[in-house]
Structure formats: C-alpha cells, structure tokens
C-alpha cells in the first residue's frame, strides 16, 4: 500500500532520515520504535507532504506520492499528530467536524460521528465542552477522532500513548487495534516499545535516521538488543 525507498531528509545541513525503506501493506499495524532524535517523527511528515525528501522515493498503491500534504490527504492518508494540535477553543463536536471536511458531507458524517463514540463513548458526553480544556487523554482520543471522521485508508499516529497514564494509553491502544478491524491501516510511532511491538504485524526500530532492525512485531519483541536497549530485559531473561 505504501512504500518509502531509500529516503532521505534533511533540515538543513543536519540529516535526519538516511536512505531509509519502510513498507506498509494493506490491513496492517506497523509500528516505528527507537530512541529520541531517531527520526520517526520527520519520516511520518515526510509522508504526509510536509517534509520534502532530498533523496528516495515514496509510493502509494503503486503511484508515486508527491511530497504535496493536500494531494497525500487526498488519498486517504491522514496523521494524529504528537501533542494532538487539536483547535482547543472549539468544542469536541466542532473538531470532529472539522475532521470530515475533505469528505462528501451526507448521512454518513453523522454514523461516523458513531463509530467514534463507540471507540470512545466520553467523547459523546463532552460534545460541547471546548476541545482545551479536555483531559491529556480526552484530547488523544478527540485527535483520533476527528482523524477517523475523514475516513483514512492510512492512518499515521506520532506517540499515541505520549503522556498518558498506563490505563489510558491501554485505552488508546485498544482503540487503534479496532480502528485496524474496521478496515484503516495504522502505522505508528511510539516509545512504548512493548505495547507497539506487542500489536504490530510488522516493526521497524530506528536509530539515528536509518532503520536499524526490523520484522515481525513478535520477532523484533524477542530481539535481543531490541530488549536491553528498549525493553529493559537482559539477555538470558524471559
Ligand atoms: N524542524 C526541525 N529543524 C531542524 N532539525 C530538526 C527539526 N525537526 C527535527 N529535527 C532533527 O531531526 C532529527 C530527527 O528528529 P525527529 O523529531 O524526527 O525524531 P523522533 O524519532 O521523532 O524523536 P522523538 O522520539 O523525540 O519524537 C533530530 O536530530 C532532530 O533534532
Ligand atoms: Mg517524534
């Protein structure tokens, strides 16, 4: 579905992605591990347009995907952002309209409007609340909702689980695994190496801008380095 080749990115003189190849398929939970600075963030911009790559390729279905973000929104691929960036003095109904802008405005904006109450049922009863003055992890989950009110075929997610109490970011996780049944492909970035490579299909460890490791999620959970490094667990230890 989606195919990054040998990217690279610089922000200025200082590079931050080198010749890294990532791929997702369809109906997949891919996750992107490793320590700050490795560049996960940038690669998930470069996706969605907003960082030009100074070298490689990326492609969607097949077509080449311009590094232009309203062309990328316009195939389906959407990003919650870290730190949410969600328009704090318009209320939780307005955000999650505004989450459907791109898409034909019918019946359909509203059974949305649904499924998101059902993945988190405390967005109903804040509709009217201002998007502000929610909780850190009511916030994350109107992130997510606005994003799914636009139907993704991709979703991307920077650090779903960033500041949230372990019960919440177990509650995010949850919603990320039935927003994948429901048919949206999800590749994620996070430092909660477990969780991440717990529910992935497939996983990438980065390191200082270039994939360092990558495999199955439960083949990258019993990698050893992947263990001490980001698990904690020496090796030896079950
Ligand atoms: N706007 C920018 N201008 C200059 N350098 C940047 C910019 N954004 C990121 N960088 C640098 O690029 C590198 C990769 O950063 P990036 O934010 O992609 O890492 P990350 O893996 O998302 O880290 P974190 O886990 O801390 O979010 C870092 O060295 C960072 O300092
Ligand atoms: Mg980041």
Known sequence: MLTVDSLSVFYGRIRALDGVSVSVNEGEIVSIIGPNGAGKSTLLWTI??????????????GERLLPVPSWVAARG???VPERRRL?????????LLIGAYLRKWDASVKKDMETVFRLFPILRERLGQYAGTLSGG????????????GRPALLLFDEPSLGLAP??????FRAIQRIREEGTTCLLAEQNAYKALEMADRAYVMNVG???????????LANPEVRAAY?????GAS
């Not at 009511?138 to 009110?149: S, T």
């Not at 019960?167 to 995010?172: D, G, K, P, Q, Y």
């Not at 270039?210 to 990258?220: D, L, P, T, Y």
């Not at 698990?231 to 090796?235: E, Q, R, S, T």
């Open 231 to 235: 698990l904690g667990i020496k090796a």
């Open 87 to 95: 328009f704090d003095n318009l209320t939780v109904r307005e955000n």
């Open 77 to 79: 691929i959407s990003m």
């Open 138 to 149: 009511e916030q994350q989950m109107l992130a997510i909702g606005r994003a799914m009110m």
């Open 210 to 220: 270039r994939v360092a490791i990558q495999g199955s999620g439960k083949e990258v």
């Open 167 to 172: 019960a919440l970011a177990s509650e995010v």
């Open 48 to 61: 969605m347009g907003v960082n030009k790559p100074s070298g490689g390729s990326l492609w969607w279905k």
